[in-house]
Protein backbone atom coordinates (compact mmCIF):
# COMPACT_ATOMS: atom_id res chain seq x y z
CA UNK A 1 0.00 0.00 0.00
CA UNK A 2 1.56 3.40 -1.21
CA UNK A 3 0.26 7.02 0.18
CA UNK A 4 0.17 9.81 -2.13
CA UNK A 5 -0.07 13.76 -1.36
CA UNK A 6 -1.98 15.30 -3.80
CA UNK A 7 -2.22 19.03 -3.50
CA UNK A 8 -4.85 20.88 -5.18
CA UNK A 9 -6.60 23.83 -4.97
CA UNK A 10 -9.66 22.69 -6.23
CA UNK A 11 -12.40 21.42 -4.45
CA UNK A 12 -14.35 19.25 -6.72
CA UNK A 13 -11.16 17.93 -7.78
CA UNK A 14 -10.15 17.06 -4.15
CA UNK A 15 -13.35 15.19 -3.43
CA UNK A 16 -13.24 13.41 -5.96
CA UNK A 17 -9.32 12.55 -5.71
CA UNK A 18 -9.02 12.40 -1.88
CA UNK A 19 -10.31 9.75 0.79
CA UNK A 20 -8.94 11.78 3.43
CA UNK A 21 -8.81 15.78 3.19
CA UNK A 22 -6.97 17.77 4.83
CA UNK A 23 -7.82 22.20 4.68
CA UNK A 24 -4.82 24.62 5.38
CA UNK A 25 -6.31 28.24 6.60
CA UNK A 26 -4.14 30.82 8.80
CA UNK A 27 -1.11 28.46 8.63
CA UNK A 28 -2.96 25.62 10.46
CA UNK A 29 -3.52 22.24 8.87
CA UNK A 30 -6.94 20.57 9.47
CA UNK A 31 -7.30 16.78 8.42
CA UNK A 32 -10.32 15.11 8.25
CA UNK A 33 -10.91 11.49 8.22
CA UNK A 34 -13.51 11.82 5.64
CA UNK A 35 -15.55 13.52 2.75
CA UNK A 36 -18.35 14.14 5.12
CA UNK A 37 -16.26 15.24 8.07
CA UNK A 38 -14.45 18.31 6.08
CA UNK A 39 -18.12 18.90 4.32
CA UNK A 40 -19.82 19.30 7.71
CA UNK A 41 -16.75 21.79 9.42
CA UNK A 42 -18.42 24.87 9.84
CA UNK A 43 -14.96 26.55 9.41
CA UNK A 44 -13.99 25.19 5.86
CA UNK A 45 -16.04 27.65 3.16
CA UNK A 46 -17.35 24.67 2.01
CA UNK A 47 -19.06 23.21 5.48
CA UNK A 48 -20.30 27.30 5.40
CA UNK A 49 -22.13 27.09 1.82
CA UNK A 50 -23.49 23.52 2.65
CA UNK A 51 -24.92 24.65 5.79
CA UNK A 52 -26.43 27.80 4.48
CA UNK A 53 -27.94 25.96 1.58
CA UNK A 54 -29.66 22.95 4.13
CA UNK A 55 -30.68 25.81 6.08
CA UNK A 56 -32.61 27.94 3.35
CA UNK A 57 -33.77 24.41 2.10
CA UNK A 58 -35.59 23.64 5.60
CA UNK A 59 -36.97 27.24 5.61
CA UNK A 60 -38.62 26.61 2.27
CA UNK A 61 -39.86 23.34 3.40
CA UNK A 62 -41.73 25.29 6.65
CA UNK A 63 -43.13 27.63 4.71
CA UNK A 64 -44.53 25.31 2.34
CA UNK A 65 -46.21 22.83 5.50
Known sequence: K??????THDLK????????????QQGH????SDRSDFLTDPSTEAGR??????KMREEAQKKRD
Not at 2 to 7: G, H, L, P, R, S
Not at 29 to 32: A, E, F
Not at 49 to 54: D, L, P, T, V, Y
Open 2 to 7: MTAIFV
Open 13 to 24: EAMLMGEQLAYM
Open 29 to 32: LNIY
Open 49 to 54: EIQFWE
